[in-house]
């Protein structure tokens, strides 16, 4: 499950042409908002289920204007307010959470395995689901030399959606990624929900899913949580590594440490020539 947005068909078809010649078998849901027909087209042919981003985008001074008479809301119906305002003002990183709520609820007796994923920057290796997920939720770390607080990217969003509190809080935290998260489906409603709060809190119209993700990541839960390492797992997180430490084998696949393929490769195209290698695999 994931978000399409104003992407071209020649933007998604490393993402879908790779999960077909791995032979997914799975359902497929997309959110969608900003595509032409072509996109779309191609993804009904993939039975792709089509969820419309059917919120109007709010201008500044609109936004403002709406809190300030939200204001005058009893308490007690605040914070749905505030989870139905989310989707016209907040980027729709953000607001891609507010979509997946709802289904997730209604088709929780359907699956027994999630996976949230960005679509622009991932390719598939292997089935995503060809491992053996312990119940709960799995999340896939970033570079290991990375904290919260010593990547630039994530003391920004930190400090831009949570403070410098919260910032200084989570500075040795590791940074485990936004864009892949795989759990049983309670586990990935739980902490969707708890992500809506943190955003609702901070009602911000920029990307800080990144940091209520790893704010998330702190607050209480009853589904237990697992953490990956890049090259131990079934996800590489490989937007800060070095590309010297990305060496295909020789069927042209990137492998885990125990020479496993890595089923999900995210982040893939801030290495160039590596990318143009992966993508020319599916075209």
Same mark, same amino acid.
């Given at each position: 499950? +994931?978000?399409?947005?104003?992407?071209?068909?020649?933007?998604?078809?490393?993402?879908?042409?790779?999960?077909?010649?791995? &032979?997914?078998? &799975?359902?497929?849901?997309?959110?969608?908002? +900003?595509?032409?027909?072509?996109?779309?087209?191609?993804?009904? !042919?993939?039975?792709?289920?089509?969820?419309?981003?059917?919120?109007?985008?709010?201008?500044?001074?609109?936004?403002r204007?709406?809190? +300030?008479?939200? $204001?005058?809301?009893?308490?007690?119906? $605040?914070?749905?307010l505030?989870?139905?305002?989310?989707?016209?003002?907040?980027?729709?990183?953000?607001?891609?959470?507010?979509?997946?709520?709802?289904?997730? $609820?209604?088709?929780? &007796?359907?699956? $027994?395995?999630?996976?949230?994923?960005?679509?622009?920057?991932?390719?598939?290796?292997?089935?995503?689901?060809?491992?053996?997920?312990?119940?709960?939720?799995?999340?896939?770390?970033?570079?290991?030399?990375?904290?919260?607080?010593?990547?630039?990217?994530?003391?920004?969003?930190?400090?831009?959606?949570?403070?410098?509190?919260?910032?200084?809080?989570?500075?040795?935290?590791?940074?485990?990624?936004?864009?892949?998260?795989? +759990?049983?489906?309670?586990?990935?409603?739980e902490?969707?929900?708890?992500?809506?709060?943190?955003?609702?809190? !901070?009602?911000?119209?920029?990307?800080?899913?990144?940091?209520?993700?790893?704010? !998330?990541?702190q607050q209480?839960r009853?589904?237990?949580?697992?953490?990956?390492?890049?090259?131990?797992?079934?996800?590489?997180?490989?937007?800060?590594?070095?590309?010297?430490?990305?060496?295909?084998?020789?069927?042209?696949?990137?492998?885990n440490?125990?020479?496993?393929?890595?089923?999900?490769?995210?982040?893939?195209d801030?290495?160039? !020539?590596?990318?143009?290698q992966?993508?020319?695999?599916?075209?």
């Amino acid at each position: 499950m +994931g978000l399409v947005s104003c992407m071209t068909v020649e933007a998604i078809r490393p993402f879908f042409l790779s999960l077909e010649q791995v &032979g997914y078998k &799975g359902d497929i849901c997309m959110i969608v908002h +900003g595509l032409d027909a072509s996109a779309l087209s191609f993804l009904r !042919a993939r039975g792709v289920h089509l969820i419309p981003f059917s919120s109007e985008y709010l201008g500044e001074s609109t936004r403002r204007a709406v809190f +300030g008479l939200a $204001r005058l809301v009893a308490p007690r119906n $605040r914070q749905l307010l505030d989870r139905l305002l989310a989707p016209t003002y907040m980027h729709p990183h953000c607001s891609r959470h507010f979509f997946y709520e709802p289904y997730l $609820r209604e088709c929780a &007796g359907h699956y $027994r395995h999630i996976l949230l994923t960005d679509v622009r920057d991932v390719i598939f290796q292997a089935d995503p689901f060809a491992f053996e997920p312990a119940d709960g939720l799995h999340l896939f770390r970033e570079d290991s030399r990375f904290t919260i607080g010593t990547c630039q990217f994530n003391i920004d969003t930190m400090r831009l959606g949570f403070g410098e509190k919260m910032l200084a809080k989570m500075h040795d935290q590791p940074v485990y990624c936004a864009g892949t998260i795989l +759990g049983t489906t309670a586990a990935v409603q739980e902490h969707v929900s708890i992500v809506i709060d943190l955003l609702c809190r !901070a009602k911000q119209r920029q990307t800080i899913d990144q940091a209520a993700h790893n704010v !998330a990541l702190q607050q209480p839960r009853t589904a237990p949580l697992h953490f990956h390492e890049n090259f131990a797992g079934p996800v590489l997180s490989m937007a800060t590594m070095d590309s010297a430490r990305l060496v295909p084998d020789a069927e042209g696949r990137l492998r885990n440490h125990d020479h496993s393929v890595i089923n999900i490769l995210h982040q893939y195209d801030r290495h160039p !020539a590596l990318a143009g290698q992966l993508v020319q695999q599916f075209l």
